[in-house]
């Protein structure tokens, strides 16, 4: 039986930093392309980091420079390590794995549907 389960949630004050882990059972992380989305309420869920099982990785334009996804397959986890947070980035934050993962011309298309298994999330708040 596959598991996610993510820690490290939190209320912050911007400016401030979060890191955020993921640990994995029942499925060798190695293998999948791991990734952490988000979802505000009232909003689509949305890619914040992707690394790839090749270790490349991915941003979204919004938190690029300030976010950093790292994976350790043999202790199974995924990290993020979220620093000068704002108040947009207040969303729940889900860990998932997946196999598929379309780059077109260098343009990462991140897409859920892609991603066969989810963690059930850790609210991060931020604070103005």
């Known amino acids: 039986q596959v598991q996610l389960m993510e820690s490290g949630g939190g209320t912050v004050q911007a400016g401030g930093s979060l890191s955020l882990s993921c640990q994995a059972s029942?499925?060798?992380?190695?293998?999948?392309?791991m990734a952490w989305f988000r979802q505000a309420p009232g909003k689509e869920r949305e890619g914040v980091a992707v690394?790839?099982?090749?270790?490349?990785?991915y941003y979204v334009d919004s938190v690029e420079g300030r976010f950093t996804i790292s994976r350790d397959n043999n202790k199974n986890t995924l990290s993020l390590h979220a620093n000068s947070l704002k108040p947009e980035d207040t969303a729940m934050y889900y860990c998932?794995?997946?196999?598929?993962?379309?780059?077109?011309?260098?343009?990462?298309?991140?897409?859920?549907?892609?991603?066969?298994?989810w963690g059930q999330g850790t609210q991060v708040t931020v604070s103005s």
């Open positions: 690394v790839s099982n090749g270790a490349n990785r």
């Open positions: 998932a794995a997946g196999r598929l993962l379309e780059i077109n011309l260098g343009r990462w298309i991140v897409r859920p549907q892609d991603f066969e298994h």
């Open positions: 029942g499925v060798t992380p190695a293998k999948y392309h």
